[in-house]
Structures are given as C-alpha cells and as structure tokens.
T-cell receptor, first 115, second 114 residues
Framework: GAVVSQHPSRVICKSGTSVKIECRSL??????MFWYRQFPKQSLMLMAT?????????EQGVEKDKFLINHASLTLSTLTVTSAHPEDSSFYIC???????????FGDGTRLSIL | EDKVVQSPLSLVVHEGDTVTLNCSYE??????LLWYKQEKKAPTFLFML????IEKKSGRLSSILDKKELFSILNITATQTGDSAVYLC??????????????FGKGTKLSVKP
C-alpha cells in the first residue's frame, strides 16, 4: 500500500519550455502533497505544500509564478515549471500523505535537464 | 532555525557488520521523526517515531527516539550489500492542521562491501 506514482521520470528539453510533472497517489487519498527539489549530493529541500482544493503554500525563496502547483483532486497534484532555464535543472520529487499521523510517501522523482 | 543533523555523512562496512546511524535535531515544533532509505530514486519509508523510548523494528532494522536528548538512531544488523543506500532522517513539524512539513538531514551514505 501507499504507492505514489510520479511521471515523467526524465525530461530533457530546451530553455524556455514549460514542463509539467504529475504526482498521483494510487491507493490512498492524499489530502496533502509536497514538492521537493534535490541537488546532487544534497538533501531534499521542500518547495511547496498543497492541500486538495486549496492554493499551494510556497517556501521562502520559491517563485510561485515559476513553479505552478495544482492539487485538483485527492489523488493528483501537478507541478509546472514555466519557461524553464538551465538553472532549473534538478531532481524534483513529490510526496503524499493522508490525514492523521501518517508518513509522507514519495514518488520516484523526475530528473529535469534544461539545455 | 530548524535543523536536522545526521552523522556520519558516509560509512563503509563489510557484510555482516552492525551499523548505527545518528540523527539529532533542533526544531521549534516537533511532531514526529522519520527515517527513509534512498537508493537511486526517491526515498522509501522505513520508520516513523513519535514517542521516546519505544523501539520500532523491521527485520534487521530498528530505530528509537529520545525526545529529551533530541536524538534518534537507526540500527542495521548483519548488513548486506543491498543495504547500501543513503539513509535520510527527517523531522516533521507540527504546524497544526494536516500540513506536517519535513525537515531533512543531509543523509548518511552507507556502503556495504561483500
């Protein structure tokens, strides 16, 4: 149980392109989803938190107009990196949790490379 | 500033050895402490600890939390090459409601040699 699917696993695209990443909870209702970014040899850094049907809460320093998050249902959240540039290249990971004292479960991540 | 510190940052052992990974934390509003194993992809959940002194076990892995000393350890006995991974410690903050943001440590990279 507690499977989180993230798609795509790898994206390579040109600078200026917008990229959409999907995160789905397959066997539970995710009342809250989280988006992280991980640079090589560094730990996960929280970008934003989203509750179903609400606007996302962004961490300090994360541009909400750059990283658009939509959590339209209890099983799906999307992160759109708008007008991506090479400095946006990174490993993006989503996680999801249900209500109560439950752990976050992570997707397999998306490696984004902007040329 | 909330922080989670793991030690050691890396560790090389031989199969069969027992290892202890450390995690200390300083946070303003503690809710729980979690351990994850990260291989090539995203972290997989190992343990969630909320109370002091209660050991959680799963096979050869076990973990315990000391909320007075703000510290947790993850033990792996009879290590195998498949245990090679980065082990992440994270503290969940209690923001009220259902948010529960995680603050991650930098991880301990464990390499188990045959």
């Amino acid at each position: 149980g507690a499977v989180v699917s993230q798609h795509p696993s790898r994206v390579i695209c040109k600078s200026g392109t917008s990229v959409k990443i999907e995160c789905r909870s397959l066997d539970f209702q995710a009342t809250t989803m989280f988006w992280y970014r991980q640079f090589p040899k560094q730990s996960l850094m929280l970008m934003a938190t989203s509750n179903e049907g609400s606007k996302a809460t962004y961490e300090q320093g994360v541009e909400k107009d750059k990283f658009l998050i939509n959590h339209a249902s209890l099983t799906l959240s999307t992160l759109t990196v708008t007008s991506a540039h090479p400095e946006d290249s990174s490993f993006y990971i989503c996680s999801a949790r249900t209500q109560g004292a439950q752990p976050q479960h992570f997707g397999d991540g998306t490696r984004l490379s902007i040329l | 500033e909330d922080k989670v510190v793991q030690s050691p940052l890396s560790l090389v052992v031989h199969e069969g050895d027992t290892v202890t990974l450390n995690c200390s934390y300083e946070v303003t509003n503690f809710r729980s402490l979690l351990w994850y194993k990260q291989e090539k992809k995203a972290p997989t959940f190992l343990f969630m600890l909320t109370s002091s002194g209660i050991e959680k076990k799963s096979g050869r892995l076990s973990s315990i939390l000391d909320k007075k000393e703000l510290f947790s350890i993850l033990n792996i006995t009879a290590t195998q090459t498949g245990d090679s991974a980065v082990y992440l410690c994270a503290v969940e903050l209690n923001y009220g409601g259902s948010q529960g943001n995680l603050i991650f440590g930098k991880g301990t990279k464990l390499s188990v040699k045959p």
